[in-house]
């Protein structure tokens, strides 16, 4: 294997692969999927490598494979409403009650307003970056994060005015 791929892989894959199991609420699906998003990312790894961030191509590759996959119906319920979650190396081991509720109100924003919010405050971007990386208008991504925000808000002081938008 190549020694950059190699090198990218073991700096990206653990955060990647949690920020997809946060987006997706499904730590089985984005699992996989990411495995199919670094396995095309090895195939393409020589032009790949030369892009301005790698770890965002794969991250959105991963993101329409588990889309795919859940359209398709496998994996239907979530991590956050099984009843207990898979634990896996890489998971983040709190179960705390405020860890617990944290999911659930991330599980209760669409997958796009979930999206934007892992991107910009999981891993840190910056809005224009996430406008590049998922391809959409910079305002939209202020968008999606303004609602999604104002829902976390609301739910958390037990007004949920989100869901009664058009969102």
């Known amino acids: 294997m190549d020694v950059e791929f190699e090198q990218f892989y073991a700096s990206c894959a653990a955060r990647t692969l949690r920020g997809l199991t946060l987006t997706v609420g499904n730590a089985e699906v984005a699992s996989d999927a990411f495995q199919e998003a670094m396995a095309r ?7 790949l490598q030369g892009y301005g961030n790698p770890a965002g191509w794969v991250y959105v590759v991963a993101l329409n494979e588990a889309r795919s ?4 119906g496998r ?15 890489w998971q983040d081991d709190r179960r705390d009650e405020g860890a617990v509720r944290f999911r659930e109100l991330l599980a209760s ?7 934007v919010l892992v991107l910009r405050f999981y ?8 406008t590049a990386i998922l391809g959409i208008p910079e305002g939209t991504v202020r968008s ?8 976390l808000r609301a739910s958390l002081e037990g ?3 989100y869901r009664a938008m058009d969102h």
């Open 159 to 161: 007004d949920d005015g």
């Open 109 to 115: 924003l669409s997958w796009d307003h979930r999206a």
């Open 144 to 151: 999606r994060q303004h609602w999604a925000l104002r829902h």
């Open 41 to 47: 990312a090895w195939l393409r790894w020589d032009r």
């Open 69 to 72: 996959a859940l359209r398709r």
């Open 75 to 89: 994996r239907q319920v979530p991590v956050a409403a099984s009843g207990g979650e898979a634990h896996a190396p």
């Open 123 to 130: 891993f840190g971007y910056t809005a224009p970056e996430v």
